[in-house]
């Protein structure tokens, strides 16, 4: 066992993009198992084989002491991310109903109204930021209307649940937590005293799918569809864009045919990895690559090294169109598997190909902006400046 590069701290946001994923790889082609003194000492799982190996084994690898390092004592227990056994299938099966592959589906008219609503606002200048103006307001939306919110509530719960997040980890998250808990508990208030046929008023009234919600579980289900729905998807469109637009040829490929945009999409979430590190508490000593875990210790599951992990992929870090077996971590594997995924995927199709179908001519516009690490996990971008030949006005494809 090694001991984690000094310079990383997975909570220092200001390290640039290009040295967290340095860090991932030398702590993955070091040691299966690295060590770090931070945040009350945790070990590093990087390499593919181990990381999917600890992600499909929740009895030995649990959830339910919280998936970040340091654990926070603030935020309420997120349902079912952080918790274990029977309780986990109990909140799975409550937040499941809207994100089916049968539910999804039926709300894809939803989302392609989002999307052209969003492009509507800057198709007819020529230029956008298509961070600020598609890809972080798209999945807050998406996630609003599902839940119940308008649209402008949507997009300033947006902004909330984005500082929230940021906070994790700073001195900074009890205030950032006061404001995401008062502003889900008035619009609990609010459904109160104005119930409508949504699931704001199934948590206003106390019982989501038949199981009884408390005032915690409430902000526990509004953090996971908020927080859950909000950063990780608009990382991954910022991220599928961003590669449809470099990758040589690819735009030009997928506006002449749709039909590999699916695979693209996958290669684009192996590459990107929104959400990146996850923690788990080992339950009873655990042999990973000839290293024994302690029962009791922590560890930090590092999806993004193993999405790059030569022992799996082949040419690691190119992006490959073609790439044939592509079972990648990005929305995880076993029983904590992103509930969200099927609403993802269908966000981002439904979202890249309306862009191609209405500014066929997209192309970067300026450098991109990437983040580093933020919240100890996510990975996004902050600006993606493009340019394209303006619509007519009135003009729709």
Not at 173 to 182: G, I, K, M, N, T
Request: charged fraction near 25%; hydrophobic fraction near 40%; aromatic fraction near 6%.
């Amino acid at each position: 066992m090694t001991t984690a590069p000094a310079a990383f701290d997975h909570l220092d946001g200001t390290l640039p993009a290009a040295e967290v994923r340095r860090a991932h790889a030398e702590m993955r082609e070091r040691c299966p198992v690295v060590h770090s003194d931070r945040h009350g000492g945790f070990d590093y799982l990087t390499r593919y084989e181990n990381v999917r190996a600890a992600l499909r084994d929740a009895a030995s690898f649990s959830s339910a002491d919280g998936v970040k390092i340091p654990s926070n004592s603030l935020l309420p227990p997120v349902p079912a991310l952080e918790f274990d056994g029977p309780e986990h299938a109990e909140w799975r099966r409550v937040l499941d109903g809207p994100l089916t592959p049968r539910a999804v589906r039926a709300f894809e008219p939803v989302i392609t109204e989002v999307v052209d609503l969003l492009i509507d606002g800057f198709a007819g200048s020529g230029k956008a930021d298509l961070v600020d103006q598609l890809a972080e307001p798209l999945p807050a939306i998406v996630i609003g209307r599902m839940i119940g919110l308008e649209q402008s509530e949507a997009v300033r719960a947006r902004a909330i649940a984005a500082a929230l997040y940021a906070a994790m980890g700073t001195a900074e998250f009890p205030v950032r937590y006061a404001e995401f808990h008062d502003t889900t508990q008035g619009w609990l208030a609010d459904r109160r005293r104005h119930p409508g046929d949504d699931m704001l008023t199934q948590l206003a009234n106390g019982v989501v799918e038949g199981k009884e919600i408390d005032e915690a579980g409430a902000t526990g289900l509004l953090v996971a569809y908020i927080l859950g729905g909000h950063h990780s998807t608009g990382s991954a469109l910022g991220g599928l864009i961003r590669h449809v637009l470099t990758v040589p040829g690819l735009r030009d490929e997928l506006v002449a045919d749709r039909s590999a945009l699916a695979a693209v999409i996958e290669e684009s979430l192996r590459l990107t990895t929104p959400l990146q590190l996850f923690a788990r508490t080992v339950r009873c000593p655990v042999q990973v690559g000839g290293y024994e875990l302690p029962q009791g210790g922590r560890v930090l599951v590092d999806l993004a090294a193993a999405n790059r992990d030569p022992r799996e992929f082949g040419d690691p870090d190119t992006f490959d169109r073609g790439r044939t077996r592509n079972r990648h971590l990005a929305f995880g594997t076993g029983v904590h598997v992103c509930q969200g995924q099927h609403l993802a995927r269908a966000e981002l199709r439904i979202a890249m190909g309306r862009l191609l179908d209405r500014l066929p001519d997209l192309r970067l516009d300026g450098e991109p902006v990437e983040s580093g690490l933020v919240g100890g996990s996510l990975m996004t971008h902050y600006a993606l400046p493009v340019a394209f030949t303006a619509e007519n006005p009135g003009w729709r494809a």
